[in-house]
């Protein structure tokens, strides 16, 4: 008999909670690790925000982009990164360890979702600090652009955001899975990690094919400036919305199908 969804809910909740903790004494035992990894992603992150700077000293706008507005797109770009980071990035590079070394044949056999377990596992403490600075920074950018977000504004904010993080969750697993054949896929995962940085900047600075391959195929475009557009009113349409959250379940819809798929493929590292 199927358990009733509020228990299921209520039981990998539960789930979650554990791991949470697990991951929490983990970096308690590699403190130096832990602050040494969050000072480089604040370094870089610096590092970026003098890019803009030293680019808005010799110009006014990048397309229709003020200074202020592409600083807020990278407090927004970076906040999903770091979210991303903390809660899914570890975990699905760590995929083809898994299956080199056997152990997804020990996940497999828990009565749990092994997709959850896989994606979940581990959380890294040090990335929802860096978000937290990222939040100071649009903070601070929306401040200097004298914005007041309503409170539709701002819960539609983070719905984009979720739809984000589920659009590079669903394009990294199923990049991921590759591992299913070629064993090691880690510079596969990175790769596309690295890619995030496109989102750093105004889809209004690229034109032509990149453009096109960038919000629609690999749509790192869409995932940071929608919802800043939204948040500093650039927004033309509600279409962009609908593209980015349909986009969300389309990719999410397919990830599943892929990952189901490649299990039924896999051959344990046993055999």
């Known amino acids: 008999m199927n358990n009733p969804p509020t228990t299921s809910l209520a039981r990998y909740a539960s789930i979650y909670a554990a791991l949470w903790k697990n991951s929490v004494v983990r970096e308690l035992q590699f403190k130096v690790n832990f602050l040494l990894w969050i000072v480089v992603e604040l370094l870089w992150f610096a590092l970026q925000l003098t890019f803009i700077a030293v680019i808005y000293s010799h110009t006014d706008r990048i397309g229709d982009w003020t200074k202020w507005q592409v600083v807020f797109l990278m407090g927004t770009s970076t906040f999903i990164q770091q979210l991303f980071s903390a809660i899914l990035l570890s975990n699905l590079v760590h995929l083809s360890e898994d299956i080199r070394t056997g152990k997804l044949d020990f996940l497999l056999l828990l009565p749990v979702n092994t997709r959850f377990l896989i994606s979940l596992r581990q959380v890294d403490l040090g990335g929802f600090i860096n978000a937290a600075v990222a939040c100071a920074v649009m903070v601070y950018a929306g401040l200097k652009l004298d914005l007041s977000p309503t409170f539709a504004q701002c819960i539609g904010f983070l719905f984009l955001v979720v739809a984000g993080l589920i659009v590079h969750y669903s394009l990294m697993l199923m990049l991921a899975a590759s ?37 629609y195929a690999l749509p790192m475009l869409l995932v940071a400036n929608v919802p800043a557009k939204l948040i500093t009113e650039k927004l033309e349409s509600a279409g962009e919305m609908f593209l980015l959250a349909g986009l969300a379940v389309v990719l999410f819809s397919i990830s599943e199908v892929v990952w189901r798929w490649s299990v039924r493929h896999y051959t344990s590292a046993s055999s």
Do not use: H
Request: glycine share 8%; charged share 15%; no cysteine.
């Open 179 to 215: 591992s299913f054949w070629t064993v090691r896929a880690q510079g596969i995962v990175w790769g596309y990690y690295n890619l995030f940085n496109i989102a750093r900047l105004p889809d209004a600075a690229f034109r032509g094919a990149f453009k096109v391959v960038f919000t």
